[in-house]
Nanobody, 132 residues
Framework: QVQLVESGGGSVQAGGSLRLSCAASGDTYSSDTHSSDCMGWFRQAPGKEREGFALINSGGTTTYAESVKGRFTISKGKAKNALYLEMNSLNPEDTAMYYC?????????????????????WGQGTQVTVSS
């Protein structure tokens, strides 16, 4: 089991920046299970499906949705039990609940499609609100 806890959400004006963190605990980077080799950030706005927009695998390879490419950066902590998301040039369309997620190693196809149903472990979410 892997437990994930997000932090860093809040309210910001358009054009501003936020940094989200996700602390992972439990059976995270066990050499036997690799339970959280593949991690990512998802978001869900009211009335919309949960969108995967940034993933990172154990080797540090990243993938981004077009909607955030060039503005958001996903990274892992050196201790490998933390996940970060730097968000710049925020706009009101970025308003959503943001979730950290993890799963065992992502295949090429899983990594590319960034689908919520492919992920095993989830945090409780942190709200990001961007005002115009």
């Amino acid at each position: 089991q892997v437990q994930l806890v997000e932090s860093g959400g809040g309210s910001v004006q358009a054009g501003g920046s936020l940094r989200l963190s996700c602390a992972a605990s439990g059976d995270t980077y066990s050499s036997d299970t690799h339970s959280s080799d593949c991690m990512g950030w998802f978001r869900q706005a009211p009335g919309k499906e949960r969108e995967g927009f940034a993933l990172i695998n154990s080797g540090g390879t990243t993938t981004y949705a077009e909607s955030v490419k060039g503005r958001f950066t996903i990274s892992k902590g050196k201790a490998k039990n933390a996940l970060y998301l730097e968000m710049n040039s925020l706009n009101p369309e970025d308003t959503a609940m943001y979730y950290c997620a993890a799963r065992p190693p992502c295949s090429y196809w899983v990594f590319g499609r960034r689908r919520a149903s492919d992920f095993t472990y989830w945090g409780q979410g942190t709200q990001v609100t961007v005002s115009s």
